[in-house]
């Protein structure tokens, strides 16, 4: 793991880009800022990709049914990107990601079907449910299969980590940032816990915990999700990722199924109860019924970063050089490409490819003020 710079050079050094959070979005970010040459200093409060990101369950649902219209065109370029995106950090790194294009099925409740006109016969299950996945219940009902990818948070979180440190990324972990330092309007740095870094500009990417840094509010909030893993000794129970109103199933290359997840609001509290845990296998074990024989490995909670709208949170604040880039709620893993593309256009003064203005941070100050 990345130490942080030692006293002697936090006093002299500076960098272009201060990122506060190493979640995958800011290590995505960092690795498209150092491939324009800048200097970056990712700090974080715990260890780098060990909150949410680290938690997710890694669908790369791009045509997923909840995802809120404005986001739609920003999902599927992301998806679109993913590829090459995935490549890129396993030929820096060296490490297996294990993204997965078997597709998804899903069992949606049939209102949502009826407002999305998009998911017409093309998108129905193009054989019978049984010849894709024989283990599934017949749900009876209308059932849709999705060109969908998914990937291992954890193994993209640490193949990111490792591609940030072969590019020359500086990273401080275990420090809390409390506020940002100005100089003549102009945001200039940060104040930790324990000492200050200077910098060109600041990118606040630090998820749920965005909102702690002084003296912008930034109106992210924890949304609670907790999740297990069962794991099936022949690697090949389920094949594709299945999603229905009531829980998800999400294959790994080596044998686990993530299982998830619920959407709580109890602020920080990360823990696990058993009877959730049980309910969430349950209700997978009636959708999959040869899960029975797979026994609970490991449980686990995240905090996804959550808007007042459900939207994220892109651009620059009221202060130049202070910028967000948060609030992705549950669509982090899959948005990481296309944030860290269109936040270092932003920092480095470059123009989108995106209107991002229905992700501004001002929507939220214009809101406060009224």
């Known amino acids: 793991m990345f130490s942080a710079p030692n006293s002697y050079n936090e006093k002299v050094r500076s960098w272009d880009v201060i990122i506060v959070g190493g979640g995958i979005i800011g290590l995505s970010l960092s690795l498209s800022l150092r491939k324009r040459g800048l200097r970056v200093l990712v700090v974080e409060r715990s260890e780098p990709g060990h909150e949410a990101s680290s938690a997710a369950a890694g669908m790369l649902a791009d045509c997923m049914l909840e995802t809120p219209r404005a986001l739609q065109p920003l999902a599927s370029a992301s998806a679109r990107m993913y590829p090459d995106f995935v490549h890129e950090l396993q030929d820096e790194s060296g490490e297996d990601v294990d993204l997965r294009d078997q597709g998804t099925i899903v069992f949606p409740p049939s209102n949502q079907v009826c407002e999305r006109p998009s998911f017409d016969g093309e998108r129905l299950l193009p054989q019978p449910l049984f010849d894709l996945e024989p283990g599934l219940t017949d749900p009876g009902h209308l059932a849709l299969f999705l060109k969908e990818r998914s990937v291992d948070p954890r193994a ?26 100005f100089t003549q309007g102009r945001c ?42 069962v794991i099936d000794p022949s690697r090949d129970l389920l094949r594709h990722v299945v999603r229905s109103p009531e829980v998800y199933l999400v294959p790994r290359s080596d044998g686990r199924i993530v299982i998830g997840a619920t959407i709580e609001h109890v602020g920080f509290d990360k823990r696990t109860d058993p009877d959730t845990i049980q309910r969430l296998h349950q209700a997978a ?28 949170i892109l651009g620059q604040c009221d202060a130049p050089g202070y910028f967000v880039a948060t609030g992705h709620y549950r669509d982090g893993i899959l948005l990481a490409p296309i944030t860290a593309h269109l936040v270092a256009r932003l920092v480095t003064g470059q123009a989108t490819d995106y209107n991002l203005s229905a992700f501004a941070p001002a929507r939220f100050l214009a809101l406060k003020r009224a």
Not at 196 to 224: D, H, L, M, Q
Not at 285 to 311: N, Q
Request: positive net charge; hydrophobic residues 40%.
């Open 156 to 181: 993209l979180v640490h193949a990111a980590i490792k591609a940030a440190k072969h590019r020359g990324v500086d990273v401080a972990s275990g420090t809390r940032v409390n506020e940002l330092l």
């Open 188 to 229: 200039v740095g940060i104040k930790t816990e324990k000492t200050t870094y200077s910098g060109g500009s600041v990118v606040n990417c630090a998820g749920a915990w965005a909102g702690e840094v002084s003296p912008f509010p930034i109106p992210t909030r924890p949304v609670k999700g907790q999740m297990l893993c």
């Open 285 to 312: 074990i009636r959708i999959f019924p040869s899960l029975k024989r797979t026994l609970v490995h490991d449980a686990w909670a995240g905090l996804r970063p959550g808007t007042p709208d459900d939207l994220p």
